[in-house]
């Protein structure tokens, strides 16, 4: 069974910078896609970033494109969102989430529903 754990949230001052990790275990990463998706109070599940199972093709959202970064690490079963530039507006629950193959990963991050395999959630907090 997959699991995936998420980590580095935390509260920011608006500008600054953050790196959330997302370490999986039970199988190797590199047979999945990976997305970053986030939820804040009363607002719809909002998809942030996906990357391929190998690292090498990435998307990301309107909201985020030039301020995130994802990368992977398949050797240690880890995925990165470097974050910066943040804004209030990016205050959410982030998780992480996987899925066979790239099928969903291929063009754009959807809102996650395809996903099968979920972290726990990193509460990330931007103060304006």
């Known amino acids: 069974q997959l699991h995936l754990v998420e980590s580095g949230g935390g509260l920011v001052q608006a500008g600054g910078s953050l790196r959330l990790s997302c370490v999986a275990s039970g199988f190797p990463v590199d047979y999945y896609a990976i997305g970053w998706f986030r939820q804040a109070p009363g607002k719809e599940r909002e998809g942030v970033s996906c990357?391929?199972?190998?690292?090498?093709?990435?998307y990301y959202g309107d909201s985020v494109k030039g301020r995130f970064t994802i990368s992977r690490d398949n050797a240690k079963n880890t995925v990165y969102l470097q974050m910066n530039s943040l804004k209030p507006e990016d205050t959410a629950v982030y998780y992480c989430?996987?899925?066979?193959?790239?099928?969903?990963?291929?063009?754009?991050?959807?809102?996650?529903?395809?996903?099968?395999?979920w972290g726990q959630g990193t509460q990330v907090t931007v103060s304006s």
């Open positions: 989430a996987a899925v066979r193959g790239n099928y969903y990963c291929s063009g754009y991050v959807s809102s996650g529903n395809e996903y099968a395999y």
């Open positions: 990357i391929s199972s190998s690292g090498g093709t990435a």
